[in-house]
């Protein structure tokens, strides 16, 4: 069986992917909104849309960007994206299935050879890399998370 990473870019609108890691495929992608308005209703969808997604690739492994804050953050923000890292950790460990974190600076570094590189780099480099049109952002950066995340493993095994 292929070894499946699932990217996740959570925020109001969810940026997911999943790559045989074996095959270096991507094998889904999308981004979609969650829910607008009703917190609790935007994170049962989430719960929802994650037990669905592990279900059809049953995933080794996750990885998550890691919160990124700009100056002129909302007050709320933080706690919005600390429920949505919740939910997607609970349907993890339900699952037994290991989350990691990577920060948006370590991301790009990775895809792209430059930590501060703009998104439009990164969307070039995914659409060139992986042959596909992708809708926003959000799905972008859920792919580059999950490649990321491989490449992290690729070189930790060739430490060892």
């Known amino acids: 069986m292929s070894k499946i990473v699932i990217g ?4 109001d609108k969810l940026g997911i992917s999943a790559i045989d890691a074996d095959a270096e495929r991507l094998v889904f992608s999308d981004g979609i909104t969650l829910y607008k308005g009703d917190t609790q209703k935007r994170l049962l969808r989430l719960r929802e849309y994650l037990l669905e997604i592990f279900a059809r690739f049953e995933p080794a492994e996750i990885a998550i960007e890691d919160v990124f804050l700009p100056a002129r953050t909302s007050p709320r923000t933080p706690i919005s994206l ?3 890292r919740g939910v997607a950790r609970l349907c993890a460990a ?3 299935i290991p989350v990691f974190f990577y920060p948006p600076r370590k991301v790009k570094m990775a895809i792209t050879g430059y930590g501060n590189a703009s998104k439009e780099d990164v969307v070039h480099w995914i659409e060139n890399e992986f042959k596909i049109k992708v809708k926003d952002d959000n799905e972008a950066d859920a792919i580059s998370i999950a490649w990321t995340h491989i490449l992290e493993r690729r070189f930790t095994a060739c430490q060892e």
């Open 8 to 11: 996740l870019d959570l925020a």
């Open 94 to 96: 339900e699952r037994d």
């Open 82 to 84: 600390g429920e949505l």
